[in-house]
């Protein structure tokens, strides 16, 4: 449970910071960076909750399909 | 004291959601379905507990294993179509939600046609011809 709620944290955490790198890199002109830098947060955060996702339906086949 | 943890993190997860909403949705949506993620995997050990009971149940009834296995996929079907949805629903797609959920319909409706037959051929056998 510890570990999960920290995930969450994590979570947040990147998005916060996602979206200031953002911020910085267009005003600075760099678009394109910005629009880098964004991807890859989602690509990273979104590794996370596929994981996660993976985890659910794993113990969801242990707990109710193959007993 | 397990309902204080769940609520808990519900309430830091929406707070911490709305921060993030302001500037990029996704994550916000990304966050939402984690903590569903978060709640569920506490939860099934909670379900795990109590089908272990009711198979000890089932076995001293001596109740076909076969009846209680379809229930309990059943089940799982369920949590699993109605995880799906609500997630899907968040972020906007009722319609794609709505296809789970018939989704889920349809293959209970599968797994629970066995059953079904074994009703309806006791009747007919009860049935005097």
Known sequence: ?67 | MDIIQIVGLGIVATILSLVVKEQKPMFSFILATFTGVVIFLFLIGKISDVIRVLEGIAMQAHVNIVYLDTILKIIGIAYIAEFGAQVTRDAGQGAIASKIELAGKILIMVLAIPILSVIVETIVQLLPS
């Not at chain 1, 709620?5 to 996602?18: E, H, L, T, Y």
């Open chain 1, 1 to 67: 449970m510890a570990y999960d709620v920290n995930a969450i944290f994590q979570i947040a955490g990147i998005g916060i910071i996602i979206a200031m790198i953002h911020t910085v890199l267009k005003q600075s002109g760099k678009d394109d960076w910005a629009q880098w830098v964004t991807l890859i947060g989602f690509i990273v955060v979104l590794f996370m909750v596929a994981s996660f996702i993976n985890d659910l339906f794993q113990e969801i086949k242990r707990v109710f399909l193959f007993q």
